[in-house]
């Protein structure tokens, strides 16, 4: 299937039309430099990719798409033993690599290839199958080893086309974003979506606040680490009042800093939803300017959505009542790369994918995430209370920076309500206080921990796993 269009389009030739970091090159340099890869690729059963936010890693990846090739993208950050199981469970055959990390591979397992960007190759490939594997993203692994995902060609294309409807994305857009490029926010969003849709692209290398302000971009992604970044340095922040539109996504927005980001850029940013298994199933759109903040829209095109209880019985879209959220659609993987298994887990008799997130649908449909199932679902003194509801109550006082809230064992309670904020000069009886009377009175922390940081992975998540 053609996934990229824009690779052999009437822009093409655009000098510049994608930045990397520090480096610029055009659609057509990038075409041929991926298809010189690619003819070295091409028997491989998978390819692993150093990911790093480089030119290199965005040849490596549409070399292996354009090859037919399944692509695997490594994080930069990962430990010996994540890299080695990656490594081992995708079954990639080469690792691709910039020419200056070549050596930091010599003992991965698995032959080392470097990516050479100034390549030019002119080889044709044969159309790629719609439903054959482009990309194996791992889980993040919070519960065990990192599972491998296959992601399709076919699903990338119908989350991209839904995406660009729902955000009114065009070639005459500017995409600017400073995400990792092993995931779906950074990589399929972040980069394809760029390629698919034929708008230029500004990877900022990191997502610091001026490198987005001096962008002049009309697209902006970003995760909640990076608004609240943007937020803390209000004159980087009002230069973004030209864009036209701002993105959040990956982790939940708290409400202080979707404020905040309005007031400072007069943006109301669209929040989406998804997952590594499914992509990007919900969203708010570019043209609902009365969307709310801690929402995450309606499905996208294609996607389907349904809450339900405990005992697997459909729940009522009544913007009050909490149920696991349920998605199917063609986003959604078949399952997990050699794990029959967590995939027969992962899904229901009648085909749905148990996302493991609680939410709740207002009659419109508008939906609201409220936490993970395991982590995010506290059941305390009878009541079911969501843990984001507290996490952005704490977020409102002024003092507190962060806040993570999770339900520890109680004798008593079942659960108890335990939060563990940063904040300075605010006392646990006054922050209790403070949501007791912002929420209701059993929704209030019955503990709060002070800490100096809490844990976040690559994406801003906070990992709850490590605070208890």
């Known amino acids: ?26 659609r057509g340099r990038l075409a041929d430099a991926a298809r010189a890869l690619g003819a070295q690729i091409a028997d491989a059963p998978a390819v692993a990719v150093h990911a790093t936010a480089t030119v290199e890693t965005v040849v490596a990846v549409v070399g292996g798409l354009l090859a037919g090739v399944p692509v695997v993208p490594v994080p930069p950050d990962s430990g010996p033993a994540e890299r080695d199981h990656i490594l081992r469970d995708s079954g990639a055959a080469l690792l691709l690599t910039a020419e200056h990390a070549r050596n930091v591979w010599a003992d991965c397992g698995v032959a080392v290839m470097p990516i050479d960007p100034e390549a030019r190759g002119a080889a044709a490939f044969p159309e790629t199958r719609p439903d054959a594997t482009a990309l194996i993203l791992y889980t993040s692994g919070t519960t065990g080893a990192p599972k491998g995902v296959p992601i399709t060609g076919r699903a990338i294309a119908a989350d991209l086309d839904a995406l660009a409807d ?115 199933t919900l969203s708010g759109r570019a043209d609902d300017a009365d969307r709310t903040a801690g929402t995450v829209g309606r499905p996208l095109a294609g996607v389907s959505t349904r809450l339900v209880g405990e005992d697997g019985a459909p729940l009522p879209a009544d913007g009050v009542t909490v149920g696991e959220l349920h998605v199917r659609g063609p986003v959604v993987f078949e399952g997990y790369l050699r794990r029959p298994e967590a995939t027969a887990a992962a899904f229901t008799d009648d085909g749905w994918f148990r996302t493991g997130d609680m939410a709740v649908v207002d009659p419109s449909g508008v939906h609201r995430i409220v936490g993970r199932a395991s982590t995010d679902l506290i059941k305390s003194g009878g009541y079911r209370i969501g843990a984001g509801e507290v996490e952005n109550a704490l977020l409102g006082h002024p003092a507190v920076r962060e806040a993570a809230v999770l339900g520890l064992p109680d004798d008593d309670l079942g659960q108890r309500i335990t939060a563990f904020v940063v904040a300075d000069g605010v006392t646990e009886d006054e922050l209790i206080g403070f949501v007791a009377n912002a929420l209701a009175a059993h929704k209030r922390p019955r503990t709060v921990v002070f800490r100096d940081a809490l844990p976040r992975n690559a994406m801003g998540k906070v990992r709850k796993d490590r605070l208890a």
């Open 1 to 26: 299937m053609r996934l990229l269009p824009s690779l052999t389009g009437p822009n093409a030739d655009e000098p510049g039309a994608l930045r990397i970091a520090d480096r610029a090159l055009s």
């Open 166 to 280: 729902a955000w009114q994305w065009t070639a005459d857009d500017t995409l600017v974003h400073g995400l990792p490029l092993f995931h779906v926010h950074g990589l399929v969003l972040g980069i394809l979506g760029a390629l698919r849709t034929g708008s230029r692209l500004v990877h900022t290398g990191r997502p610091a606040a001026e490198a987005y302000a001096a962008a002049g971009g009309t697209l902006y992604f970003g995760v909640p680490t990076v608004w609240s970044r943007v937020c803390a340095d209000p004159a980087s922040a009002k230069r973004l009042s030209s864009a036209r539109l701002l993105v959040s996504g990956s982790a939940a927005l708290p409400l202080p800093v979707a404020a905040d980001l309005e007031t400072l850029t007069g943006h109301r940013p669209v929040e989406r939803y998804g997952m590594t298994e499914t992509l990007i």
